[in-house]
T-cell receptor, first 114, second 115 residues
């Protein structure tokens, strides 16, 4: 158990809808990262927060947004969903954004858009 | 720009044999960290081992070791005495000290351990 909690585990929704994925980092970790894993794209970095502030942005679509709250949990909001958004979404956390600080991943949220 | 390359999409290895998973990386930053993760069929991402660019010794964690060749920019994962439970996808990843400090991942190698 990595200590990172992601909910829900599975999500099935229709195109055009909006969903929210939730992540609670490991106790003591200030950095939260979101990744998208699809079969043809591998693990794609979406966005990172550190202690409530956005720190780095990857290939995140404008339809997607995220935030980290004062209690350090984070939410990823996906809107106007398309079939291609179906993927496994991971949240990860680390103590700090340091080069020797590994990411610890949650079990992921599997999103299926129909 | 950062880049991680894993050239072996799939590997088949007999149980109890040692296996080496290849990883090469590219970065202009002299300070960086290299990581390996395991993803079993159940989907979770498990952190295995870390190597810092300034570490003098190759990292080891139980049956896992990292063959770090800095001049060649390679960071191969070695699994000794492979077990059936080692069957999984393995990802090499890198983080450097650029302000944009995300960890980037290679495309992975799927390892199959044969009984």
């Amino acid at each position: 158990d990595s200590g990172v909690t992601q909910t829900p585990k599975h999500l099935i929704t229709a195109t055009g809808q909006r969903v929210t994925l939730r992540c609670s980092p490991r106790s003591g970790d200030l950095s939260v990262y979101w990744y998208q894993q699809s079969l043809d794209q591998g693990l794609q970095f979406l966005i990172q927060y550190y202690n409530g502030e956005e720190r780095a942005k990857g290939n995140i679509l404008e339809r997607f947004s995220a935030q980290q709250f004062p209690d350090l949990h984070s939410e990823l909001n996906l809107s106007s969903l398309e079939l291609g958004d179906s993927a496994l979404y991971f949240c990860a956390s680390s103590v700090d954004p340091d080069i020797n600080s590994p990411l610890h991943f949650g079990n992921g949220t599997r999103l299926t858009v129909t | 720009a950062q880049k991680i390359t894993q050239t072996q999409p799939g590997m088949f290895v007999q149980e109890k044999e040692a296996v080496t998973l290849d990883c090469t990386y590219d970065t202009s930053d002299p300070s960086y960290g290299l990581f390996w993760y395991k993803q079993p069929s159940s989907g979770e991402m498990i952190f295995l081992i870390y190597q810092g660019s300034y570490d003098q010794q190759n990292a080891t964690e139980g049956r896992y070791s990292l063959n770090f060749q800095k001049a060649r920019k390679s960071a191969n994962l070695v699994i000794s005495a492979s077990q059936l439970g080692d069957s999984a996808m393995y990802f090499c990843a890198m983080r450097d000290t650029n302000r944009d400090d995300k960890i980037i991942f290679g495309k992975g190698t799927r390892l199959h351990i044969l009984p």
